[in-house]
């Protein structure tokens, strides 16, 4: 609720003025009964048909007034609503984007998307809602009460004694009903989660002739379902007729009662008695509306602190002062440096235990090792993704912590494992928003070995790639991030397993380039073959983590046996998978 | 309430508008389901007729009393017994008059709602068992389809079938079935009830319900494109937000954030206007539903002022239609009142509907997809399988047009072991499709141990091969279930010695519930290779002659493929053996070595003698030395 103040202040004069045309509208409309009322008892017995047709049209222009009134409410209230929903998703995503990798971590990707799309969706629906129903329906119920009580004490006492029991019904069967339905939203991810399994893993399923077991795990799921639906819908459906039923027994006392005052002398009229079967309606739609707010309001303000947990996430990382983290003098041999760094990702075992290592301005550094070796999260606490436990990373001399993130991260040309293109034209994708000339864009295109198939698409550069590059083969859309990593003509080239997916001709083809114009560049590759990494300066080999052997092919081939190892099973030895 | 949170993005979902023919079959088709359950199904009928007509009642009778309140009792009696005892009770006829009245009313309404109450959930029962067999029906039609229907169709697509659109039809049968029927009935009661209170103010509605049904007609026309604008700006606005996120880290290593803020606040920007718009045109409709609503009630009671003034003036006199008395002025403002809910309503359930009988069509092409051709009618069951394989001028293409191998030929002897490699798209992974005959050959023959393989039976044909693909499938269950999947009726010493022999057993045991952990999306998180090798040791489990490899140890990097190489060894040892693969060296072994390359065998051959020939393969050998 706190958020939805918050993004609503700015618009305050908004926000009273649309409560306020609300408030004189619903007026308006209260006042219907009360000259109906006024009509049936008091004019009709004049016997004057012009004061009938007097107060007949006094009637419809206050009908006038209230739909006018509030249609204007209405649209205020939308374009407020559009104004803060606005702000909020534009605050969200911008702290969204500048969350650290650690933060991303624990909320989710699946999670954060949700609260972009879904959860502002809801905040944004209540903020209209409310204003519109918000006023009318508290107005209804008060302003209704106050009429009736003016026109017959009694009989307003009658139906105040009923609504609290509709009201009590609503609750509680919302209050019951509303958790059975994140039952069932369990059970449909169950059943859904079985149709996914099943789709991806059709071939397995058949080859392993499990098509009957399958069957049966979906019968039990679909059972569930059915079973939770029922009953979260059989308590629902029990709000409708038990609100109904409420009225309209509170109806009847209140004939009954007028009756009896009727009858032992007292002053109830005809025409009040209709008025009240009216405001009685009135009232009671009131209290559903009010119901209907509040089950809203609980669905929006668990959206709305999901929405605040992002926002309320502190920066982890921030830039650091050089006296925490001091200089060391710049030594061209020693532009990238790994100072004895500790990292772990869970703070519980580390995932990189004491890593040194130092690559020259221009060098070159291949990184080997096992699946889950550290590879790559060398390449995260390089680019500051993750900050360090221990020890410290400088480029340059300087410490990674204490370089404004801007300025640190376009230093790289980084082409990831799990990178992904965007939707956008093939040039879009490369240039990625930066100033990269044509003919760069060219020899980056051409560098990547990627020029050969863009060349062949009928759009060349203009072609559309689809969400994640989806339309292209694993092997060009490798070829295209090396290409984008490229393009920015980077003081650091990072390469993470990035040509896994190219065959051994069209990788060689590219080490080969690399080598002849990357010129300046410093280059880290992450690969898995040693054909990827033999030509590097330095070939790095790690092994849980840790720093096994750091040397040239031909050192390593002579005193490491791990490299040797992995050698031999890539470059003709004779085993066969 | 009804629907459980469908999320922004099944709002408002394009309302595909079927034509009439194809309506007519789809909700015949819906019906048939229903018909499965006609005697509850006529229940409900009865049920909603009882409740509805006494809920109508209700109003009349309180007319009656407030007559009698004005002392001019009008109503027949019922229950006369009721009456006496009423009376008897007041010494004033009329507190006992109203008494009986209210008793006659309150009597009504509660059977109504419990009968309404009694209805809802019998409807739920209803719908519920309709859906259930509707899924049911439809996964299980999903099991029979051939592996190209997954091919052609996206995961997300077939699950939209199964849960959303199966249940928006659920919805429309719960809700909106009834709410027609009830709707329709009470239209109809209210229209009688006025009548016959007073057929003059009726004519009051001549006025007003043409005027609201033309303007709702209008207002929904105008409104439905800014609506469609608005999920269609939405969807858009979400997807951007979905594919940046998914691309964060590639956002952040190359500090694009202040360009994607900006996109983002574009899309914003155009997705909230978008809201605006629909909400500014629909704001009009809520109020003015109220405004037509009210107008009808102040022409009724000037009206029924008007008619009661010469009621009581002419006395007698009066001409018949016109005649009425308080109460009647007091039922009838009531029944305009509900008579004008339904009328109101109409269009929206129409809309509604439409879209489950759109929904409904999704689910029921799926339904009528052709299954996998079934087996020959003398296919034989594949027992005891020596293990040789031929394929004999095979021609086979996905689409006509674009034909993936031509004039393809093979033969592995038992026990045997052929890699096939050759640049990406050059139809190795297609060759395993036909093996396993998830795909048949458009010409040509596959045989295994000289018979026909479409003369056999599909199952004991899949059942002969064993294979690990490059993409893993783990489902959500634990680690042991996961393996013990390639084995019915595998025990646990099973599962540890086929996990060992994948050397992934260590990496198991050392999980926080060893064998028994759950594998989920959320839960642990498994490398790429360790998902391998639980695949693996699935394979490891089974016991079948023939093992396919597709790009099975790609994912593992090379040290800890060499580690499982034995394992490997043993599993290829005795069968035959299809390996595909991009690294060479894993290849070189084979017996024989197929190159493909756009569908045709260019080159085969074991290591030695394809080096010596000097052909693609040395070309492709020699690359990685380079």
């Known amino acids: ?577 | 309430m009804s629907r459980p949170m469908g999320g922004p993005r099944g709002m408002e979902g394009p309302s595909r508008k079927l034509d009439r023919k194809t309506g007519i079959k789809v909700l015949k088709r819906i019906l048939s389901y229903l018909f499965r359950y006609k005697w509850l199904a006529l229940l409900a009928l009865c049920m909603m007729l009882v409740s509805n007509l006494l809920a109508l009642a209700g109003p009349r009778i309180s007319g009656y009393a407030i007559d009698a309140m004005s002392g001019e009792p009008s109503g027949e009696l019922i229950f006369a017994p009721l009456y006496d005892l009423c009376l008897s009770w007041f010494s004033n006829p009329m507190i006992g008059q109203v008494l009986y009245y209210c008793i006659l009313m309150a009597g009504a309404y509660l059977i109504s709602a419990g009968m309404s109450f009694g209805l809802a959930s019998l409807m739920i029962v209803i719908s519920q068992k309709v859906i259930s067999a509707m899924r049911r029906d439809v996964f299980h039609h999903l099991t029979t389809l051939p592996v190209s229907y997954f091919d052609r169709h996206q995961t997300g697509d077939i699950i939209s079938r199964i849960s959303y659109d199966i249940d928006t039809i659920n919805t429309s049968l719960s809700n909106d079935l009834l709410q027609v029927c009830a709707s329709v009935v009470t239209l109809v009661g209210s229209l009688a009830m006025m009548a016959s209170i007073s057929p003059m103010l009726l004519l009051v509605f001549a006025v007003t319900v043409p005027m609201s049904l033309w303007f709702t007609r209008r207002k929904t026309k105008k409104i439905q494109p800014f609506f469609r604008a608005r999920s269609g700006k939405l969807g858009e606005l979400n997807g951007y937000a979905e594919e940046m996120l998914s691309g964060q880290r590639t956002v952040h290593a190359y500090h694009r954030e202040a360009d994607t803020l900006k996109n983002f606040d574009e899309k914003n920007e155009s997705a909230v206007q978008a809201y605006y718009m629909a909400d500014y045109h629909a704001a009009v409709i809520g109020p003015s539903v109220m405004f037509i609503n009210n107008l009808s009630i102040s022409l009724v009671t000037m009206m029924g002022g008007l008619f009661y003034m010469l009621t009581v003036s002419l006395g007698g006199a009066v001409w018949a239609p016109i005649a009425i008395t308080p109460g009647g002025v007091a039922s009838f403002v009531q029944y305009s009142r509900k008579f004008a809910g339904p009328i109101n309503e109409f269009a929206n359930i129409l809309n509604e509907i439409q879209s489950a009988m759109a929904a409904a069509e999704r689910v029921f092409a799926l339904l009528d997809e052709p299954s996998e051709v079934a087996d020959r009618e003398n296919a034989q069951e594949l027992t005891r399988v020596d293990g040789q394989v031929s394929l004999e001028d095979v021609n086979f293409s996905y689409v006509p047009e674009k034909p993936i191998l031509k004039h393809f030929s093979l033969n592995a002897p038992p026990g045997t072991v052929t890699a096939i490699v050759g640049p990406t798209g050059a139809g190795k992974t297609t060759v395993i499709n036909l093996l396993m005959r998830f795909y048949d050959p458009q010409s040509g023959v596959i045989s295994v141990d000289g018979k026909n393989s479409l003369d056999v039976t599909r199952e004991s044909l899949r059942k002969a091969y064993t294979m690990v693909l490059q993409e893993t499938w783990l489902f959500c269950g634990t680690v042991h279930d996961n393996i013990a999947y390639g084995r019915e009726g595998a025990t646990r010493e099973d599962v540890i010695a086929a996990a060992k022999a994948a050397r992934i057993h260590s990496f198991i045991e050392r999980l926080p519930q060893g064998y028994d952990t759950v594998l989920s999306d959320d839960g642990i998180n498994l490398s790429k290779g360790q998902k391998q090798l639980i695949t693996i040791a699935r394979a490891m489990l089974s016991d079948s002659p023939m093992l396919i490899l597709d790009e099975a140890t790609s994912n593992v990097d090379s040290r800890t493929e060499q580690q499982i190489q034995q394992a490997m060894l043993s599993l290829m040892k005795g069968r035959t053996c299809f390996v595909i693969a991009h690294r060479l060296s894993t290849v070189q072994n084979a017996d024989n070595i197929l190159v493909v390359k756009d569908g045709t065998v260019i080159e085969q051959g074991n290591h030695e003698q394809l080096l010596a020939s000097g052909g693609f393969y040395s070309k492709l050998y020699n690359s990685q030395f380079e």
């Open chain 1, 1 to 577: 609720m706190k958020l939805m103040l918050r993004y609503l202040r700015p618009y305050g004069r908004n926000v009273s003025l649309v409560l306020l045309i609300k408030f004189l509208g619903t007026l308006a409309e209260l006042f219907l009964p009360y000259i109906l009322s006024h009509i049936l008892d008091n004019v009709v017995p004049r016997e004057s048909v012009p004061q009938i047709f007097l107060w007949g049209g006094i009637m419809i222009l206050f009908a006038l007034v209230a739909f006018g009134l509030n249609v204007w409410a209405n649209q205020r209230a939308s374009a407020v609503a559009r104004d803060s929903t606005r702000d909020i998703r534009h605050d969200l995503f911008e702290k969204t984007l500048a969350l650290s990798s650690r933060q991303v971590d624990r909320f989710t990707v699946p999670s954060l998307e949700s609260r972009i799309t879904s959860d502002t969706f809801h905040v944004s629906r209540f903020l209209g809602m409310m204003q519109r129903m918000g006023v009318r329906a508290p107005i209804l119920l008060i302003g209704g009460l106050i009429l009736t009580a003016t026109m017959d004490l009694d009989l307003t006492l009658v139906m105040l004694a009923v609504l609290p029991f509709i009201f009590c019904a609503v609750f509680f069967i919302a209050r019951k009903g509303i958790p059975l339905y994140s039952d069932v939203q369990a059970q449909v991810d169950d059943m859904t989660r079985v149709v996914r399994e099943d789709s991806k893993g059709i071939r397995v399923i058949k080859a392993l002739s499990r098509v009957q077991y399958e069957k049966d795990r979906f019968d039990g799921v679909n059972a569930d379902l059915v079973r939770a639906e029922k009953k979260a819908g059989i308590t629902m459906a029990a709000s409708n007729p038990s609100m109904n039923l409420f009225l309209n027994l509170g109806l009847t006392a209140v004939i009954f009662v007028g009756a009896l005052i009727l009858g032992t002398g007292g002053s109830s009229e005809v025409g009040v008695i209709i008025a009240f079967t009216q405001y009685f309606t009135l009232i009671a739609n009131a209290l559903m509306s009010i119901t209907r707010i509040f089950i809203m309001y609980t669905k929006a303000a668990a959206s709305a602190n999901r929405i605040d947990e992002v926002l309320a996430c502190e920066e982890d990382m921030p830039l650091a002062s050089a006296q925490t983290y001091p200089d060391r003098a710049y030594d061209e041999n020693r532009y990238i440096e790994f100072d004895h760094v500790n990292f772990s990702y869970n703070k519980t075992k580390n995932n990189i235990s004491d890593m040194s290592f130092s690559i020259p301005k221009g060098g070159t550094l291949g990184i080997i090792g096992a699946t889950g070796s550290g590879k790559s999260t060398i390449l995260q606490l390089l680019m500051r993704f993750y900050d360090v436990d221990s020890g410290a990373i400088r480029i340059g001399g300087r410490d990674v912590r204490t370089i404004p993130m801007g300025e640190l991260r376009t230093k790289f040309g980084a082409a990831l494992q799990n990178d992904i293109l965007f939707s956008g034209t093939v040039k879009q994708n490369l240039t990625f928003g930066r100033d990269v000339s044509e003919e760069g864009l060219r020899s980056s295109v051409e560098t990547a070995q990627a020029a050969e198939f863009v060349d062949r698409l009928a759009e060349g550069m203009d072609y559309e790639l689809t969400a994640k590059g989806s339309n292209l083969s694993g092997g060009q859309r490798q070829r295209l991030l090396i290409a984008r990593a490229l393009a920015g003509d980077p003081e650091i080239l990072i390469l993470d397993d990035s040509s896994s997916a190219l065959d051994y001709k069209t990788d060689a083809n590219l080490r080969q380039a690399l080598d002849e114009s990357a010129g300046t560049s410093t280059r880290i590759v992450v690969a898995q073959r040693v054909s990827s990494v033999m030509s590097s300066d330095q070939i790095l080999v790690l092994e849980e983590g840790q720093t096994v052997a750091l040397g040239t092919h031909e050192q390593l081939m002579e005193t490491c046996d791990i490299y040797r190892e992995i050698s031999h099973s890539q470059m003709g030895g004779a085993i066969l998978e």
